[in-house]
C-alpha cells in the first residue's frame, strides 16, 4: 500500500468483507455505522499533524466518485455514506464532505471483476476529472473509498487531483 494511503480492516476477513458486500450492494446503513468510529479515528490519527500544524486549513474528505451509470444502478454512492457517517462523530468543524469535488468521466469496469494486477492498475486511467471552481486548491483532501487493493482507483482519483493543483491528498479506505 502507499504511504499516503491508510485503511483500517483487512479485507480477507469474512465478517469485513460480508459488511463490505452489504454496504456497497444492499444500501446498509448499519454496515456503515460500524465502520464510521473505526474511520474517524484513523482519520484523526492519520491527519494529526495536519490537523495540529495546520489548525486552519479546511480538510474536504472528497467520496470516489461512482460513474453516471453504476451509481443510476446502485442508487447511492456507498462511499458517500461512510463520509457522511464518519464525519458526523468528528467535532472539528474543519472537516467536511466534498460529493461535488471529484466525478467520474468514463466507465470503467468494475475493479472488484478483474483479478490481474496490472490490467487493474490500467483500468482507470484518466477516468476522474475535477468540477471546475469546485475549490481552491489549498485545502487537505482526503479520498474515502470502500477498499483498496492495489490502490488503483486512489492513485487515479489522486492524479486529477494533483493536475488541478491540490497537493495535499490523503487516501483512507475501510479495507486493504
Same mark, same amino acid.
Given at each position: 500500500?502507499?504511504?499516503?494511503v491508510?485503511? +483500517? *480492516?483487512?479485507?480477507?476477513? *469474512?465478517?469485513?468483507?460480508?459488511?463490505?458486500?452489504? %454496504?456497497?450492494?444492499?444500501?446498509?446503513? $448499519?454496515?456503515?455505522?460500524?465502520?464510521?468510529? &473505526? /474511520?474517524?479515528?484513523? %482519520?484523526?490519527?492519520? =491527519?494529526?499533524?495536519?490537523?495540529?500544524? %495546520?489548525?486552519?486549513?479546511?480538510? /474536504?474528505?472528497?467520496?470516489?466518485? =461512482?460513474?453516471?451509470?453504476? *451509481?443510476?444502478?446502485?442508487?447511492? @454512492?456507498?462511499a458517500?455514506? /461512510?463520509?457522511? #457517517?464518519?464525519?458526523?462523530?468528528?467535532? @472539528? $468543524? @474543519?472537516?467536511?464532505?466534498?460529493?461535488? %469535488?471529484? #466525478?467520474?468521466?468514463?466507465?470503467? #469496469?468494475?475493479?472488484?471483476?478483474?483479478? !490481474?494486477?496490472?490490467?487493474?492498475?490500467? @483500468?482507470l $486511467?484518466?477516468?476522474?476529472?475535477?468540477?471546475?471552481?469546485?475549490?481552491?486548491? $489549498?485545502?487537505?483532501? +482526503? =479520498?474515502l473509498?470502500?477498499?483498496?487493493?492495489?490502490?488503483?482507483?486512489?492513485t487515479?482519483?489522486? #492524479?486529477?487531483?494533483? &493536475?488541478?493543483? *491540490?497537493? !495535499?491528498?490523503?487516501? =483512507?479506505?475501510?479495507?486493504?
Amino acid at each position: 500500500m502507499h504511504s499516503w494511503v491508510t485503511s +483500517v *480492516f483487512a479485507y480477507h476477513d *469474512f465478517r469485513v468483507k460480508r459488511l463490505v458486500h452489504s %454496504l456497497k450492494y444492499k444500501h446498509s446503513h $448499519g454496515a456503515a455505522d460500524i465502520f464510521a468510529p &473505526a /474511520l474517524a479515528d484513523a %482519520l484523526i490519527e492519520f =491527519l494529526g499533524e495536519e490537523t495540529m500544524f %495546520l489548525g486552519s486549513r479546511p480538510i /474536504l474528505v472528497v467520496p470516489v466518485p =461512482l460513474s453516471k451509470k453504476r *451509481f443510476a444502478k446502485r442508487g447511492y @454512492n456507498q462511499a458517500e455514506l /461512510l463520509a457522511q #457517517k464518519m464525519t458526523a462523530r468528528i467535532p @472539528n $468543524g @474543519n472537516i467536511r464532505v466534498k460529493t461535488d %469535488l471529484l #466525478k467520474k468521466i468514463k466507465e470503467t #469496469k468494475p475493479q472488484v471483476d478483474i483479478k !490481474k494486477r496490472s490490467i487493474r492498475l490500467s @483500468n482507470l $486511467g484518466d477516468c476522474f476529472a475535477i468540477t471546475p471552481q469546485s475549490a481552491s486548491g $489549498g485545502e487537505v483532501i +482526503v =479520498l474515502l473509498d470502500d477498499v483498496t487493493t492495489t490502490g488503483a482507483t486512489l492513485t487515479a482519483a489522486r #492524479k486529477a487531483l494533483r &493536475a488541478a493543483g *491540490f497537493h !495535499k491528498i490523503y487516501g =483512507l479506505a475501510v479495507a486493504h
